[in-house]
């Protein structure tokens, strides 16, 4: 029997109704296990832990993040496999940071969670966590993982963590891997690709961090953006790094003094990533002069990356304390699959 390490964090799936004001609350573990008395059928030996105080994942921060790692770092060689349940409003976001965070994993972490609470008729928590240990327990016929590697299981889909989104408040299928192919589809089986599947290096070691530098904004180019709303973001010292949400293929206005603000920022030593508004697609800033004139400012291209792994990524480098130098060739180079070169 493989071990799983199960870590709730909160969210949805373990939510119930609070009889007095209608409202959702979190609420302890138990009452999650036994909403779901299948979990004693799986083939897996499945211990739990659970975060001191369940949090809505509005309220996950880079230090719950650091929590999930020490978890997963300090029971590394005990398990097969760790199953996180998380809320679905910032579970890209954890799944984006956890892959780099965990370096060269070679054994499945799989976040999930629900839309319904685990109590309501029609939820989706029983098939998304079942699925979910059974996917962080595959392995091969050499017992390998069958996915070593940070994902989200939900609806059905196994998705590459950097490469997901939430793209949906009501629907069950909630997440979506633009611009990646699914890691496996679970219909009467579990169907892996195993060609998108990432592999650890076996000649190197699994390594944690845990620092992450949050001196980071995200802004999007509009039609008519004014110079103070820019200035005021690109002059902030407390702002080390930024994502830059373009239009198309990495385009911006060719406004004089757009260009200026962004060059004296990347002059100041500040990490601008362009990475493009469209939900599908990639950034190519020397395709059009519109982008040309931010590839000369210093900009860095975000190719086809989220937004929540650009902005994981920028965090785990400058948390390493890298130069300026070293972080624009890494944003540029993919370390955990989270963009295609």
Request: net charge negative; glycine share 8%; charged share 20%.
């Amino acid at each position: 029997m493989r071990k799983i390490l199960m870590i709730y964090t909160g969210g949805t799936i373990g939510m119930v109704r609070n009889a007095a004001t209608g409202a959702l609350e979190s609420c302890d573990f138990d009452n999650l296990a036994s909403n779901i008395p299948e979990m004693r059928l799986c083939n897996a030996d499945i211990d739990i832990v659970t975060f001191d105080r369940p949090i809505d994942s509005s309220d996950m921060t880079p230090g719950h993040w650091a929590d999930i790692v020490r978890i997963i770092d300090g029971n590394y060689c005990k398990y097969d496999g760790f199953v996180i349940l998380h809320g679905t409003d910032t579970m890209a976001f954890t799944a984006s940071a956890l892959s780099f965070m965990l370096e060269n994993l070679s054994k499945p972490v799989i976040l999930t969670g629900s839309q319904l609470p685990i109590e309501a008729i029609r939820t989706d928590a029983k098939e998304n966590l079942l699925t979910a240990i059974e996917i962080a327990a595959a392995c091969d016929n050499e017992g390998r993982a069958m996915v070593p590697e940070v994902c989200i299981f939900f609806h059905e889909e196994l998705i590459r963590g950097n490469r997901s989104s939430k793209v949906s408040a009501n629907n069950l299928a909630a997440f979506s891997s633009n611009n990646y192919p699914l890691l496996a589809h679970s219909g009467t089986e579990i169907e892996y690709h195993r060609e998108y599947i990432r592999r650890c290096d076996p000649s190197k070691p699994f390594t944690a961090h845990y620092e992450m530098d949050p001196g980071i904004v995200i802004f999007s180019l509009f039609p008519g953006i004014q110079r103070e709303a820019v200035e005021g973001i690109l002059r902030n010292d407390a702002v080390k790094g930024v994502i830059f949400r373009t239009f198309g293929s990495g385009n911006a206005p060719e406004s004089e003094w757009l260009v200026e603000l962004l060059s004296d920022a990347v002059r100041a030593g500040k990490t601008i990533v362009n990475i493009t508004q469209c939900a599908t697609g990639k950034v190519q800033m020397e395709k059009y002069r519109t982008g040309r004139q931010l590839l000369e400012a210093g900009i860095v291209s975000g190719h086809d990356s989220t937004v929540e792994a650009a902005l994981t990524k920028l965090m785990f480098l400058m948390g390493k304390g890298l130069s300026q130098k070293e972080i624009q060739r890494q944003m540029n180079t993919s370390i955990a699959g989270e963009i295609t070169l």
